[in-house]
């Protein structure tokens, strides 16, 4: 792009001068899932399962 200023020192110039012209464009990228529903249910399913287990064993016995 031709301009009639300096853009390192902001001041207007008698002459114009090349510069080089940067065009910025945003892009949006829909994030992915990392596992699908059914994989979220196993781990839920076996976290539920080892926390009642190790209640069961934590319980005092009784006779």
Request: proline share 5%; aromatic share 4%; charged share 15%.
């Amino acid at each position: 792009m031709a301009a009639n200023y300096s853009p390192l020192t902001g001041r207007v110039t008698a002459k114009r001068h090349a510069y080089l012209q940067v065009a910025i464009k945003q892009q949006f990228i829909k994030p992915h899932a990392l596992t699908t529903g059914a994989a979220s249910l196993a781990v839920v399913g076996c976290v539920a399962l080892a926390t009642i287990l190790s209640l069961g064993r934590l319980r005092p016995e009784t006779e």
